[in-house]
Each structure stands twice: as C-alpha cells, then as structure tokens.
C-alpha cells in the first residue's frame, strides 16, 4: 500500500512525545500490522463466526513481546508500560487492522489498573503472575448493567446507578447483581466488577472487587451477536451470592470510585485512539481504491469533489489524531495537569473522544460513498471498518453522555440542577 500522504517522513505525530522502548513497540506493532493482520481481516472476522482460533493463535504470539503481562510493574515481572499515550497509539495501529483483536490483551491491563495504582499487594501478588505466562490469561472490566451504562458512568449520579451489590461478611465480600457487555465476559479469567456496598452512600459505596473464575455462583449467559467489533467476545454475567476474599476490594470507600472514573477517563483516550485507527483502516482503502478507479474518464481522487472529501477525511483523522495525543499526555502527567480522575481531565478526555468517533464513523461513511457499491462488500474491508467505528461511539458514555461529559469540565454544569433528583443526590457527595 502506497504510503498515506497525511504523514510526514514517517510521522503520524511528533516522535518526541515517546520514549525509546514505546517507540519501538509502536514500530513492531506497525509491522505486526501490516504483515500479519492487514492480509487476512477477512478471515479473521470468519474465525470470529466460527471457533476464534485463528484470532486466538495470533494473541499468543503477542504474549513473549509483553502484550500480556508489560503493563504490570517491574517488581512483579512487568515493564511498567502504562503510558496512555502508548496504549493509545497501539490501539490505533491495532485499529488500522482489526481494533477487536486489540480487546483481550488490553483487557488485562483496564482491568488491572485499579489494583495497580492502588498498590493493592494481595490482588498483584495474586493475579499478576498469571498474567506471565505463556499462555493467554484475559481479564475483564464488568461496568454496565441491565438497566444502563451511562447510569454507572456519570459521575454525578455517584453510583446511584449501581445495581451489583457487595455486602461485607467477615472477612468475605458476598456479591450479587448482574452485568451486560463486558468485553472478554465469558472467556476471561479474572473479572474487574463495578459494585455498591450501599447506594446510600454516595461515592464511598462504590466497590472494585475482582473476582476470578470459578467462584462458586458465578455464571455467564450467551455471546452477544454483534454488527462489528467480532473479534472480541461480549456477554452478560451473574452472581449469585459470590464470595471473595475481602482484600480482593481494589481500594477503599472514596478512592475505588476515583480509580473508577479513572478508568473512565483512561478508556475514552483509548476508545479516541481505536476509532482514528479505524478511520486511518478505512482512508489508506479508499485511498488507493480512487487511485485506479476511473470516473468519466480519471481516477476519482483526481476529480475535486473526491479529492474534497479525500482532504476532510484526512483532516478528521489528524486533528482526531492530535486531539488524543495531546489528552493522553496530559493523562499521563498528572504532577503538571492534576487529578486524573478529574472532571477537567475526563472532560478533555471526552473531548477527543467524540471527536475522534464522531470524525471516524464520517470518515467510514465518506470512505464508502466515494468506492460506490464496492465500499460496501467485504473484499474491500471498508465496510469492516464501518461496522467496527459505531460501537466505539456508542459504547463509553456515547455520543451524548460524552458531550455532557465536556461540559461538566468548562463550567459548574451539573445534569440534576433543581430537579427531583438534584437534593438526593447533593446528600450523597
Ligand atoms: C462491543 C461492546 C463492548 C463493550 N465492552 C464493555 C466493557 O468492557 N465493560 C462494560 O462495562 N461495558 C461494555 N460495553 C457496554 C457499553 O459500554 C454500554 O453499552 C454503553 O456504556 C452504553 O450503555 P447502554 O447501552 O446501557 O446505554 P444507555 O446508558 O441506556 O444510554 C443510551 C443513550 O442515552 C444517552 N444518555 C445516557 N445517559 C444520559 C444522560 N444522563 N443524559 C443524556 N443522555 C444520556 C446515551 O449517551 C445514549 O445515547 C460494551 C458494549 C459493546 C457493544
């Protein structure tokens, strides 16, 4: 594929913003992507229909370059990669191949986060060897309910949203409640799970506990049968009075609600990063499609509407580009631009979020119109791309949670202002 004109000698973004070791992870996931996965999408997304195990043989050969265990810190094996920035832009690369197959080896490392900063020892000493290995050890971040996502995700409900219950009994936490859609849900080990110890409590009922499979009273229900994103496996889970050791707890009453909405501000970066490499997946196609293909009488990229359209999309995906680069540095330096969990900092995070989906589903849709017809069979892949970049959208507060989400860090804008919910919720601050 010829090389995409948006870059400039080889750079998507300025190289100075990564340290050596990132930057040469970057590089062999690029070539990882282009060699490896780039030529067979297709069959990929087959093997989804069918058994997984084509997309499960290429994870494991991820797991000896760290993809597994290198987010973990160095006293428990790991590298220390927890960059955002890093995690951001691998998720790109990834995106411009298939972002799904990006979901289990970067599941370990949204669900292991709360454990990891919170320097909880009994959880790391626990659970990080496992994520060593040789073979694939997925984790899972369990957040949505029945009875919504965003309920759970908007800070200022407090986790007044929270369904899943976890009740102290000695030296046991009793667990019961529902989740829907987690990502890995059924086919990872260990499970990151989104409880309230008491929904009177506001912010400090909030409770991260893992929980690993089996546990007596753990059950899963189907996989979902999804439009895109096939590489990854989504389903409900159950408990039904599950008991895990008390130390399993990722912190504390206050702190697991700010790991919590840390871990909400970490995935809109990713999810940002995952939706331009879906748009970047979609223009390099459709670049080289309008290159050869004639309309009355020239190649369609040299008519000024194509070119027009051409130049949006590459706009959108450099401005996205910027937009995600710029909040995960500031994500990743909290001594200069504070809190991460911070509504500034989600507020930023969400920015480049819609953003990035909202330019990357166009660029998908524009990508398709321009090859006509052939945009939308899958010997292109176009349509792959199409179908991957709308659950990003979708999922992680949405498009509107998401813009509610930006305003929350601009001004003292509060979604419950005079209204029923408004006292009831202040008590709980
Ligand atoms: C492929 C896939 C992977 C997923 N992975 C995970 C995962 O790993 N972990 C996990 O926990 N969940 C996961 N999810 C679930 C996903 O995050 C949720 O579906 C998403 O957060 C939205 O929740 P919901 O579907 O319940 O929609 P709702 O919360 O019901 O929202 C519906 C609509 O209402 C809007 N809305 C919501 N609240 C407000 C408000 N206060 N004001 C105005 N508008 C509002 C939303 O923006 C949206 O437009 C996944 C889903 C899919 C499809």
Same mark, same amino acid.
């Given at each position: 594929m010829e090389p995409v004109s948006t870059e400039i000698k080889d750079h998507r973004f300025l190289k100075e913003l990564l340290s050596e070791t990132d930057g040469m992870l970057i590089e062999m996931v690029r070539g990882f992507v282009d060699e490896v996965i780039l030529p067979i999408r297709r069959e990929m997304e087959l093997s989804a229909r069918s058994d997984f195990k084509l997309i499960e043989d290429l994870q494991r050969k991820l797991i000896p370059l760290g993809f597994q265990g290198g987010f973990l810190p160095e006293e428990y094996g790991g590298m220390n990669l927890t960059s955002v920035m890093t995690a951001g832009i691998l998720a790109e690369e990834f995106g411009r191949g298939d972002a799904s197959f990006f979901c289990a080896p970067a599941g370990g490392f949204w669900a292991m986060r709360p454990a990891m900063f919170a320097e909880n020892k009994a959880v790391l000493n626990e659970f990080a060897p496992r994520f060593l290995g040789e073979d694939l050890y997925v984790a899972c971040f369990g957040m949505t309910e029945p009875n919504g996502g965003c309920n759970i995700e908007n800070m200022d409900m407090h986790g007044l949203g929270i369904r899943t219950t976890a009740k102290l009994d000695g030296d046991e936490w009793v667990i019961n409640g529902s989740k829907v859609w987690p990502t890995n849900s059924g086919i990872a080990d260990l499970y990151l799970v989104v409880c309230t110890t008491d929904p009177e409590l506001g912010d400090d009922g909030i409770a991260l506990i893992y929980v690993p499979v089996p546990t007596k009273g753990f059950s899963f229900g189907r996989f979902e049968d999804k439009a895109g994103f096939r590489g990854s496996r989504e389903g409900d889970f159950y408990f039904d009075n599950v008991r895990v050791p008390k130390e399993f707890r990722a912190a504390g009453p206050g702190r697991d609600a700010e790991l919590l909405h840390d871990n909400i501000v970490y995935a809109r970066i990713f999810s940002a990063a995952w939706a331009i490499g879906c748009a970047q997946g979609a223009f390099d196609e459709v670049l080289a499609f309008t290159?050869?293909?004639?309309?009355?009488?020239?190649?369609?990229?040299?008519?000024?509407? %194509?070119?027009?359209?051409?130049?949006? !999309?590459?706009?959108?995906?450099?401005? %996205?580009?910027?937009?995600?680069?710029?909040?995960?540095?500031?994500?990743?330096?909290?001594? !200069?631009?504070?809190?991460?969990?911070?509504?500034?900092?989600?507020?930023?995070?969400?920015?480049?979020?819609?953003?990035?989906?909202?330019?990357?589903?166009?660029?998908?849709?524009?990508?398709?119109?321009?090859?006509?017809?052939?945009?939308?069979?899958?010997?292109?892949?176009?349509?792959?791309?199409?179908?991957?970049?709308?659950?990003?959208?979708?999922?992680?507060?949405?498009?509107?949670?998401?813009?509610?989400?930006?305003?929350?860090?601009?001004?003292?804008?509060?979604?419950?202002?005079?209204?029923?919910?408004?006292?009831?919720?202040?008590?709980?601050?």
């Open positions: 290159k050869d293909r004639l309309a009355a009488g020239k190649p369609i990229r040299q008519h000024t509407i %194509g070119a027009s359209i051409l130049a949006d !999309i590459a706009i959108g995906i450099q401005v %996205g580009r910027d937009a995600y680069v710029n909040a995960a540095y500031m994500y990743d330096h909290p001594e !200069i631009y504070g809190p991460r969990h911070s509504k500034q900092m989600l507020s930023r995070a969400s920015i480049a979020k819609v953003f990035c989906c909202d330019v990357a589903v166009e660029a998908t849709n524009k990508a398709m119109e321009l090859m006509g017809s052939y945009g939308y069979v899958t010997d292109y892949h176009v349509e792959k791309y199409w179908r991957d970049v709308k659950i990003i959208q979708l999922w992680e507060g949405g498009a509107q949670l998401g813009r509610l989400d930006v305003a929350r860090g601009i001004y003292d804008y509060d979604q419950f202002y005079r209204n029923v919910m408004y006292n009831k919720l202040q008590l709980k601050k």
